[in-house]
Nanobody, 124 residues
Framework: QVQLVESGGGLVQAGGSLRLSCAASGSIFSINAMGWYRQAPGKQRELVAA???????NYADSVKGRFAISRDNAKNTVDLQMNSLKPEDTAVYYC??????????????????WGQGTQVTVSS
């Protein structure tokens, strides 16, 4: 089984910074894309930032220039550095990973995994 465990959420004032971390563990062969999503009350879950195993990144327009995603392939971790936080960044943040596992039949297959979510609250 594979688990994603997040940490680093909390309460911060507008203009402040937070760093989210996510660690994947379990029967992992490799991990393709990793990313962070968020869901605010009454809104759909949206992509915040994603990073491929090769290091290519993609950001939502609303966070470009303020957030930075990074990963450590050897440790199966992905971080999200969030700077210049705004009240509209308030949401539950979820870690996501495309994890390649070896099936019982000996084949490799990719599955989508999610963390449990961590609350980020930005006060004005």
């Amino acid at each position: 089984q594979v688990q994603l465990v997040e940490s680093g959420g909390g309460l911060v004032q507008a203009g402040g910074s937070l760093r989210l971390s996510c660690a994947a563990s379990g029967s992992i062969f490799s991990i393709n894309a990793m990313g962070w999503y968020r869901q605010a009350p009454g809104k759909q879950r949206e992509l915040v930032a994603a990073i491929t195993s090769g290091g290519s990144t993609n950001y939502a327009d609303s966070v470009k220039g303020r957030f930075a995603i990074s990963r450590d392939n050897a440790k199966n971790t992905v971080d999200l550095q969030m700077n210049s936080l705004k009240p509209e960044d308030t949401a539950v943040y979820y870690c996501n990973a495309g994890v390649v596992v070896t099936t019982a039949g000996g084949f490799r297959d990719e599955y989508d995994y999610w963390g449990q979510g961590t609350q980020v609250t930005v006060s004005s």
